[in-house]
């Protein structure tokens, strides 16, 4: 996955009560698992600035509601938490492919030697009993 990153300044889209609505937008919307990640490693900072309040909008970015002054500390804190999810993430794929290759490993290192086909059989193929058929011209007995 490409790293998330906030792409230009926060955009003002309203003024319910009291408070404007910004919206951040990012280079692409991001997976589950990046918001997941952004929503634990993301620790509420001090009163007004706190990742609860972040909200996520596949067409528009990430959202949320701030008095104007409170502005800049919010873009330096979601710069933070984006930056600390992308790491994360980064981190939990590199896990995730390390476990991947150590599977692969211990599957190859058990199988056959053959190559993978079954082993030559070590006993009789044919079945000695009433219903055998004894060549091509005979019947069943």
Request: no cysteine; proline share 9%; aromatic share 10%.
């Given at each position: 996955m490409d790293k998330i990153e906030r792409v230009g300044p926060p955009e003002a889209v309203g003024v319910p009560d009291g408070l404007y609505s910004f919206v951040v937008k990012l280079n692409e919307p991001p997976a589950g698992h990046w918001i997941y990640v952004f929503?634990?490693?993301a620790s509420p900072s001090k009163g007004e600035i706190d990742s609860d309040r972040v909200v996520f909008d596949r067409e528009r970015g990430l959202l949320f509601a701030s008095e104007e002054?409170?502005?800049p500390e919010w873009i330096r804190y979601i710069d933070l938490w984006i930056t600390e999810a992308n790491a994360q993430?980064?981190?939990?794929e590199?896990?995730?492919?390390?476990r991947r290759a150590e599977t692969a490993g211990h599957i190859a290192s058990q199988t056959r030697p053959e190559g993978g086909r079954?082993?030559?059989?070590?006993w009789p193929f044919e079945p000695r009993d009433p219903a055998t058929r004894r060549g091509p011209s005979e019947s069943y007995r």
């Amino acid at each position: 996955m490409d790293k998330i990153e906030r792409v230009g300044p926060p955009e003002a889209v309203g003024v319910p009560d009291g408070l404007y609505s910004f919206v951040v937008k990012l280079n692409e919307p991001p997976a589950g698992h990046w918001i997941y990640v952004f929503r634990i490693v993301a620790s509420p900072s001090k009163g007004e600035i706190d990742s609860d309040r972040v909200v996520f909008d596949r067409e528009r970015g990430l959202l949320f509601a701030s008095e104007e002054q409170l502005v800049p500390e919010w873009i330096r804190y979601i710069d933070l938490w984006i930056t600390e999810a992308n790491a994360q993430v980064a981190a939990d794929e590199a896990a995730e492919e390390k476990r991947r290759a150590e599977t692969a490993g211990h599957i190859a290192s058990q199988t056959r030697p053959e190559g993978g086909r079954s082993p030559r059989r070590t006993w009789p193929f044919e079945p000695r009993d009433p219903a055998t058929r004894r060549g091509p011209s005979e019947s069943y007995r």
